[in-house]
């Protein structure tokens, strides 16, 4: 993102923000309620589009490209409050998540296997309707949902939010798993703490403006995250 604005009406949310995520990396973009980190996101999938700046995905310029189209091109988006389609089961979710490969059901096939094998409590539900899981399970079917296109970056919204912290974990290490596999993530999350133990690098939204930005490693022991964000020991 290059100084892009991003607004509701005429009202801005977001105001020259910029930022980067390289290929491989965890990027977090932490920052308090309504800062801007969903507005964000947001305008990297496509959901809205910037009224200033610009939009780079892969050496190309995406800015006025519309959400399906970078979900093709290989951006996916995990929204806050999972968001699964609820009267459909868990298998049919999956199969939501590979459209691209439709036509191609060995492929589609191949990617179901490797997400029920990366989360093994869906394939124990594959035929349970998505509604009636748990709110992990949902989480995982979300991020499974959007795994299944293979993207190249993984947007997260708020993975941690209202789940019970062993849950969280297992969800953090599903979300490395697919860091290593060979997917960017840029992760916007409230719980700073977990954020910046999983991620390499950060940025730090302060009502609609990034006012911070370095290693995690050195935003921890900054002043301002740290009484923000982290507590004081």
Known sequence: MENVELAYGEVPACRDVSFEVAEGEIVALIGANGAGK????????????????????????????????????????????????????????????GFKFRRDRPRLRAQMERMLEMFPRLRERTDQRAGTLSGGEQQMLALGRALMSEPRLLCMDEPSLGLAPLVVQDIFKSIRAANQAGTSVLLVEQNARYALETASRGYVLQTGSIIAAGPCAVLKQDERVKEAYLGRR
């Not at 589009?49 to 490209?65: C, H, N, S, Y």
């Not at 409050?81 to 979710?93: I, K, Q």
């Open 38 to 97: 969903s507005t964000t996101l947001r305008g990297v999938a496509g959901a809205m589009l910037p009224r200033k700046g610009r939009i780079i995905f892969d050496g190309a310029e995406v800015t006025q490209m519309p959400a399906h189209r970078r979900a093709l091109a290989g951006i996916a988006l995990v929204p806050e409050g999972r968001r699964v389609f609820a009267a459909l089961t868990v298998r049919e979710n999956l199969e939501m998540g």
